[in-house]
T-cell receptor
Framework: DQQVKQNSPSLSVQEGRISILNCDYTNSMFDYFLWYKKYPAEGPTFLISISSIKDKNEDGRFTVFLNKSAKHLSLHIVPSQPGDSAVYFCAASGLYGSEKLVFGKGTKLTVNP | GAGVSQTPSNKVTEKGKYVELRCDPISGHTALYWYRQSLGQGPEFLIYFQGTGAADDSGLPNDRFFAVRPEGSVSTLKIQRTERGDSAVYLC?????????????FGQGTRLTVV
């Protein structure tokens, strides 16, 4: 059973608008959440993260929100740019002290000029 | 280069053969991870090294899979008696000290195709 879920396989937005990518998790014992971005034929690259003790983290155009009661996090990209077009993976870590990352299936974001 | 390097970038092998996939982590990174990504899925954890030792190998699917990191730097993932279901992109990542809150840097992956 998937512990980290990204229910939208794809998302298309216009350049300049906001992109919102969603992620749900099932286990409240995760203590750290990360977003990775992946271009074709490349490995994932770290984007932004948030600790479970926080509800928001911002880095430039990227903001991650965490709602622990709903076991939900989201990544906001404002304003979206064509270069943001990629697959975005949500990941969680720290379950029972584990070092491993548990990834969702990813959401393919397309930003149209 | 300064990033995580994986070789080969592509590997085609026949069912039943043995393969080795190599990962060269970022210099100074003590933590090294192997993940496997199948089509349409997110990366799936295989094994985690802290230094030379495998701290967590709970993701290895069966005993055909084995990984080593003898000197605490380069790691090799070894797959025996390959099966068509082993076809995937194998990703290696490294981080400074491990810890789920430490940024992991990924290589570009090795695409393994078993025919």
């Amino acid at each position: 059973d998937q512990q980290v879920k990204q229910n939208s396989p794809s998302l298309s937005v216009q350049e300049g608008r906001i992109s919102i990518l969603n992620c749900d998790y099932t286990n409240s014992m995760f203590d750290y959440f990360l977003w990775y971005k992946k271009y074709p034929a490349e490995g994932p690259t770290f984007l932004i993260s948030i600790s479970s003790i926080k509800d928001k983290n911002e880095d430039g155009r990227f903001t991650v929100f965490l709602n622990k009661s709903a076991k939900h996090l989201s990544l906001h990209i404002v304003p979206s740019q064509p270069g943001d077009s990629a697959v975005y993976f949500c990941a969680a870590s720290g379950l029972y002290g584990s070092e491993k990352l548990v990834f969702g299936k990813g959401t393919k974001l397309t930003v149209n000029p | 280069g300064a990033g995580v390097s994986q070789t080969p970038s592509n590997k085609v092998t026949e069912k039943g053969k043995y393969v080795e996939l190599r990962c060269d982590p970022i210099s100074g990174h003590t933590a090294l991870y192997w993940y496997r990504q199948s089509l349409g899925q997110g990366p799936e954890f295989l094994i985690y090294f802290q230094g030379t030792g495998a701290a967590d190998d709970s993701g290895l699917p069966n005993d055909r899979f084995f990984a080593v990191r003898p000197e605490g730097s380069v790691s090799t993932l070894k797959i025996q008696r390959t099966e068509r279901g082993d076809s995937a992109v194998y990703l290696c990542a490294s981080s400074l000290a491990g810890g789920g809150n430490t940024e992991a840097f990924f290589g570009q992956g090795t695409r393994l195709t078993v025919v």
